[in-house]
Each structure stands twice: as structure tokens, then as C-alpha cells.
């Protein structure tokens, strides 16, 4: 069996080593996924409801513990650590809510009724990239389980250590062995077996664009369900009339959150061309202040890449383009990069184009509302985006006119887990979390009730 070495992004240094699953692992966490998939299924919806709760439970009891992990493995800032390890509970407990409200429809027909259940799949592959190990595991995770779906998970190579620890407080819980199986490994091998194994009847991938659609390929031979959560190049659209204090403050935690290793990251600011001059000046202090400092520092807000690779992809980015400024970041080791703002000169460039998956972000002023709508829509993702104006009806038209799945308007949160979400065009295919995330993990059956 192979092992990977978990590296800390802060320190460069080696934390642990990882066994990696293979072919005959997986395909043996599949076929037990199989076996208990009967039972899970029949199991009372209060039973499962409670199952589920208890594990939230447990995770809340390991917070702290989980945090240090993806602080070490991942160079996640404690502050968002400690959160991702509670959205994992929180989520749960959302969906433990789940099993006791799967309801079907009673429709009246002629001669009788039908009846229609929510039939859970079986087996559940997902597929979890390195950018949140934890909250993205758990958007797949909870709703498959309250389903009645056993689920085989594969962390990414970079960051299994929280996902490890999961899967054995799952065990700790109370829930059955085989209902839930984490499998470290690489991608072209264990995320490649979830795709091609039979048994397996829906992929949950969350990751590149390129690695989706060779899922969503290799899906299609089987007919197997899949969702898709995949890259972004979102917009920050600033109003004139918006309040610029407040959309400027909030501009470096929309693109430099997790060192903008983040599929929402609003990576290209649209300023309206008679504020730009005043935006960019209020924008400078903005991301200056932005704290890049040792993730294990309680007060940092960005810590380092994920990897020396991940580091030189958006070095390779920065070094075709003239930087206007950027943040500060900590001397000596460590996958560093300072936040770092562009004023763009072109939408063909390709910091305008591509998504960087880095703390880089590239600034264009727009003229009107129309050119606004024009330039954010130009590009081949739609995940996320944020609008700034104090002009309601202006917000709404925006928010209908860009071709995005989560918008916000006058704030950068984008995410909550009992709200949809997902993308347009290339960022992806269906819808995690809200809540109708669990149907997402079942098939409609129909049934007609003869009255004869
Ligand atoms: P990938 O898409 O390669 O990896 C995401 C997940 O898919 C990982 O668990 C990976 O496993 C797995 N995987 C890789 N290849 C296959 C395959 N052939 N079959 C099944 N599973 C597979 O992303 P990268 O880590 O290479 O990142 C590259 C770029 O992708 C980033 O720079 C960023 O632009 C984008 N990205 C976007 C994310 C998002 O949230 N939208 C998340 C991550 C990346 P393993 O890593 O173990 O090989």
C-alpha cells in the first residue's frame, strides 16, 4: 500500500503520513457500503434522525481538535477552522431533520390514487476537493445519509486528516459500520473506481471544471447520477450610488477568504467608472489591512496556499500582469502569497479570464447598469457574485441579470446550509445543500392505487 505525506502549508515541514487506499480497498469499502445499504434504508426515520443527531453531537465535541487538524493540514486560519468543523455539525443537524420529512404526493386519477415515494439510491460516491475538507464533505455527506443512502468518501490526497477523523467519530456515534467509509487516495484511482463501479449510483464532485466533466463523462456509460460543483471567476459589481466604505471593506474578504482558495471567491471587481477613482482608494487601506499571519494565530485572516504547486500556478498568473499593490504576509517558510490587486487593462487578459484559485483579484470599471451585466456574464463560470447599490430596484434587475447561482446584495456571504447552492454554465450541475438537498439522494417512485 502507498502513503502520502501531509505537509503544514504554514511551515512546509511533514505532519504525518497517510495510508492511500487502492483498487481492491475501494472496491471492497463499496461492496460493504452495498451490504449495509438494506438496513440503513428500513431503519425508522426516527432512528436515523437520531443517529445523525448523536454524530453531530460527537463532532461538536471534537471541534477544537478537528480545527487544529485542517489548521496543520490545510493552513486554514483558526477562525475558519473552528467554523468549517461546526458547519459539519451544523449540517447534520440540519439534515437530521431530513428523514422524518422525505413526504411524497397523494395525486387523485382516475379509478384511484397514486402515490409517490422518495426512494433512497444505495451506494454514494462523493468526491471532496482540498480547498474545504470539512464543509465540503459535509453538504454531501448529511443529506445522502438522512436519505437512507450509504456513502463511500474520498478526501483529497492534500487534505485527508479531518475526513480520517470524521469517519472514526462517525463510528463513535453509533452509526453502523459501512454506513459511512472515508477512503484517502488519489483521485485517478478511488475517485476514478466511484465513477465505474456499479454499485455506485451517484458521484458528488466537487472539484476543477476539467476533473467534472471527465466525471460527468464517465458517469453517463452507467447512467449514474451525478452533481457538480465546479470552478468559478465571480464578479463584484460596485455601484456608483452604492455605500463604498462598506462595499470596499468588504471586497478583500470576497476574493481573499482562504487565500481565494474559493470557488466563490469574486475574483474581478467592476467598479462604475464615476466612483472607480474613490472605490480604488478605499479599497488600498482595505486589503493592507487584510491580517495574512500564521494560520494557528487566533487573530489571522488568510494563511498560506495549500501546496508549493498550488503557490506557483498563481505566482505564474501574477508574473504576466502589473500588480497596482499588495497586502502583507509573513516572512520564511510557508506557501505564501500576499493578497494582491491588478487594475485589469483588458477582459481577454487572462487574469480576467481564469479562474486563479489564489488571493489575486483584478479590478474594470463599467459604464451602466447593461455593461455591468454584459461584463459580468462574460465567462464561462456562474457560481457566485455580489452587488453593491443603494438602488433596490437596480439590485433586483442585476441579481436576475447575471447568470449566477448565489448572489448577494451589499453583503459577501454567499453560503448557508439550508439555502440552495450551486452553479450556471461551467460551474457545475445541480444543487447541494437547502432543503431540498436530500431528494437530491433519492429517485421519485410512482404508484397508482386501483379503488376497485
Ligand atoms: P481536482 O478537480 O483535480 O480535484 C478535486 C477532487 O477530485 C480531489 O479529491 C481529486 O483527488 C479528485 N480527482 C482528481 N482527478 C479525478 C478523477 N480522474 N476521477 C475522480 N476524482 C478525481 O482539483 P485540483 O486539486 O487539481 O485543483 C486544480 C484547480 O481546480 C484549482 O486550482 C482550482 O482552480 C480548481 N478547484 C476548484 C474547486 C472548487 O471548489 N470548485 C476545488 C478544488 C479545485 P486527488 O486530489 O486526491 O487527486
Known amino acids: 500500500m502507498s502513503t502520502y505525506t501531509v505537509v503544514n502549508p504554514a511551515t512546509e515541514r511533514a505532519e504525518t503520513e497517510v495510508e492511500l487506499a487502492g483498487i481492491e480497498q475501494t472496491d471492497a469499502a463499496i461492496e460493504q457500503a452495498h451490504k449495509a445499504f438494506p438496513a440503513w434504508r428500513r431503519l425508522a426515520p426516527g432512528d436515523r434522525a437520531t443517529l445523525l443527531r448523536r454524530f453531530a453531537s460527537v463532532i461538536d465535541q471534537h471541534i477544537d481538535e478537528l480545527a487544529e487538524l485542517e489548521v496543520r493540514n490545510a ?188 470557488c466563490c471567491a469574486r475574483s474581478r471587481i467592476l467598479v462604475q467608472r464615476s466612483a472607480y477613482d474613490e472605490f480604488l482608494s478605499l479599497l488600498e487601506p482595505a486589503v493592507k489591512g487584510v491580517r495574512v499571519l500564521d494560520p494557528s494565530d487566533r487573530s489571522s485572516e488568510m494563511g498560506p496556499l495549500i501546496s508549493a504547486h498550488q503557490r506557483d500556478v498563481v505566482r505564474g498568473f501574477i508574473d504576466e500582469v502589473e500588480v497596482a499593490y499588495t497586502g502583507s504576509m509573513p516572512a520564511g517558510d510557508g506557501f505564501w502569497v500576499a493578497p494582491t490587486v491588478v487594475l485589469a487593462e483588458s477582459t481577454e487578459q487572462r487574469i480576467w479570464r481564469e479562474e486563479v484559485f489564489g488571493p489575486v483579484v483584478a479590478v474594470l470599471p463599467f459604464d451602466d447598469e447593461a455593461d455591468a451585466i454584459a461584463m459580468a456574464n462574460d465567462t464561462e463560470y456562474g457560481l457566485s457574485g455580489s452587488i453593491y447599490t443603494r438602488d433596490l430596484g437596480r439590485a433586483m434587475r442585476v441579481s436576475r441579470g447575471v447568470d449566477t447561482g448565489n448572489l448577494s446584495v451589499n453583503s459577501h456571504a454567499a453560503v448557508r446550509y439550508w439555502t440552495p447552492f450551486g452553479g450556471f454554465k461551467h460551474s457545475g450541475l445541480g444543487r447541494e445543500l437547502g432543503p431540498e438537498a436530500p431528494y437530491a439522494f433519492t429517485e421519485e417512485k410512482n404508484v397508482f392505487i386501483s379503488d376497485d
Open 75 to 262: 493552513g486554514h486560519t483558526w477562525g475558519n477552522a473552528t467554523w468549517e468543523a461546526g458547519n459539519v455539525r451544523d449540517v447534520l443537524n440540519y439534515y437530521a431533520g431530513a428523514p422524518e420529512r422525505l413526504v411524497g404526493k397523494q395525486i387523485p386519477v382516475d379509478g384511484g390514487t397514486n402515490v409517490t415515494f422518495h426512494e433512497p439510491l444505495g451506494v454514494v460516491g462523493i468526491i471532496v476537493p482540498w480547498n474545504f475538507p470539512m464543509p465540503i464533505l459535509g453538504w454531501g455527506m448529511a443529506p445522502a445519509l438522512a436519505a437512507g443512502n450509504t456513502v463511500v468518501l474520498k478526501p483529497a490526497e492534500l487534505t485527508p486528516l479531518t475526513a480520517v477523523r470524521i469517519g472514526e467519530l462517525a463510528l463513535e456515534a453509533g452509526i453502523p459500520e459501512g454506513v459511512l467509509s472515508v477512503l484517502p487516495g488519489k483521485g485517478s484511482v478511488v475517485g476514478q473506481r466511484f465513477v465505474a463501479h456499479p454499485y455506485v449510483r451517484k458521484v458528488s464532485f466537487t472539484g476543477s471544471t476539467e476533473v467534472g466533466k471527465q466525471i460527468m463523462a464517465g458517469c453517463s456509460e452507467q447512467v449514474k447520477r451525478c452533481t457538480l460543483e465546479l470552478g468559478g471567476k465571480s464578479a463584484n459589481i460596485v455601484f456608483a450610488d452604492a455605500d463604498l466604505a462598506k462595499a470596499a471593506a468588504s471586497a478583500p474578504y470576497a476574493v481573499f477568504d482562504n487565500a481565494g482558495q474559493d
